[in-house]
């Protein structure tokens, strides 16, 4: 089955502990991204990613690293989280031939005490 | 920059209305559209994508049209279900560079 999938779905961690969380696809689509969803604010892009070892700043990349190192993975690295990260995570992936449709993963949600 | 927004915010209807969602958008440079579904805690499902070459898209009782010149998408929901609940977000795609989404409009149906 043709899928994004985001592990875990449920973390907590406190203050500064560092985090990964990972986000894979079998679509073998070049194009990966990340957002966070918060109340009020509706879904930002965190970073994106157009193929292997090129990624880029989306509109809240703030205290958050990616790496592309495979097509298939893109995990978000959360070096010293803060509690203003407690967010909804979602991760986003698109074939490269158009008409670019968007596939989402389940999500996870992470809370930082 | 690209701001997207959803009118209603909310909307409540008895089932069998039909009914509009619309989406708009400040800058027409867009590559296409895409209408998601959001149920409460959980992942988005894309409903309909409409490429900005194209004028609208449809899929069983939704149809979703695409104005670029006037920066508007509208999604047409026929026939309403208790089902058709969730919250609709649009989003942009300003040719991959990045996708702005709007902030949604929340549908409850009853029955």
């Known amino acids: 089955e043709a899928q994004v999938t985001q592990n875990p779905r449920y973390l907590i961690t406190v203050t500064g502990k560092k985090l990964t969380v990972t986000c894979s696809q079998n679509?073998?689509?070049?194009?990966m991204s990340w957002y966070r969803q918060d109340p009020g604010l509706g879904l930002r892009q965190i970073y994106y990613?157009?193929?292997?070892?090129?990624?880029d700043k989306g509109d809240v990349p703030e205290g958050y690293k990616v790496s592309r190192k495979e097509k298939r993975n893109f995990p978000p690295i959360l070096e010293s989280p803060s509690p203003n990260q407690t967010s909804l995570y979602f991760c986003?992936?698109?074939?490269?031939?158009?008409?670019?449709?968007?596939?989402f993963g389940p999500g996870t949600r992470l809370t930082v005490t | 920059k690209q701001e997207v927004t959803q009118i209603p915010a909310a909307l409540s209807v008895p089932e069998g209305e039909n009914l509009v969602l619309n989406c708009s958008f400040t800058?027409?440079?867009?590559?296409?559209l895409q209408w998601f579904r959001q149920d409460p805690g959980k992942g988005l499902t894309s409903l309909l994508l409409i490429q900005s070459s194209q004028r609208e898209q449809t899929s069983g009782r939704l149809n979703a049209s695409l104005d670029k010149s006037s920066g508007r998408s509208t999604l047409y929901i026929a026939a309403s279900q208790p089902g058709d609940s969730a919250t609709y977000l649009c989003a942009v795609d300003n040719y991959g560079q990045n996708f702005v989404f709007g902030p949604g409009t929340r549908l409850s149906v009853l029955p």
């Open positions: 990613s157009m193929n292997v070892e090129v990624t």
């Open positions: 986003a992936s698109i074939a490269g031939q158009g008409p670019y449709e968007q596939y």
């Open positions: 679509m073998n689509h070049e194009y």
């Open positions: 800058d027409s440079a867009i590559y296409n």
